[in-house]
């Protein structure tokens, strides 16, 4: 059985998780207005798997006897210099998200609820996978610089990425 606060705290998480998904479909919309489809894809799988994390949070809540109170998002960035400001700003909310992440296993931990704390494992793994992601994309950006038959590459390369739902086992 969840607590009050971290019943508040996971919905809280929720929130972000869409957060995410709304900031990642707006910056795949930006993309695909300057033509770089594939970066706009990569963003797009970006959006797929932040709502597959709120809905991870959601059913857990629900299958801990809690209720799911979801709030208003807030409207993400629409405008960015460059791709590279894009995939920065990315890892820098990924860090926000991971800190959030820490905080709720910080939560679990003082209040003895392992179930939570072993649920919330699985996220601690993701964002570790998410910020790797991120910062690989970054150094090769920063290698193409504004060359641009190397940002088309990238793109071509950013266009084959597909959104693969957790697996059962991992849920």
Not at 17 to 25: D, G, H, N, R, V
Not at 58 to 77: C, M, R, S, T
Not at 130 to 159: F, H, S, Y
Request: proline letters at 2%.
């Amino acid at each position: 059985m969840l607590s009050e606060t971290m019943m508040e705290r996971l919905n809280e998480q929720i929130n972000n998780e869409i957060y995410s998904a709304y900031l990642y479909m707006s910056m795949s919309a930006c993309s695909t207005y300057t033509g770089l489809k594939g970066f706009a894809n990569w963003f797009m799988v970006q959006y797929q798997e932040e709502m597959s994390h709120a809905m991870k949070i959601y059913d857990y809540i629900n299958d801990q006897g809690g209720q799911v109170l979801l709030a208003a998002i807030k409207e993400p960035a629409t405008e960015f210099e460059s791709q590279l400001d894009m995939f920065e700003k990315t890892l820098t909310h990924e860090r926000f998200i991971t800190g959030c992440i820490n905080d709720l296993v910080d939560l679990a931990i003082a209040e003895k609820d392992h179930a939570t704390n072993i649920f919330l494992q699985w996220f601690i793994t993701e964002q570790i996978e998410e910020e790797g992601n991120d910062n690989d994309i970054i150094t090769r950006l920063k290698i193409v610089g504004e060359d641009g038959n190397g940002l088309l590459m990238l793109d071509r390369e950013l266009a084959a990425r597909v959104f693969a739902p957790p697996a059962a086992s991992d849920t």
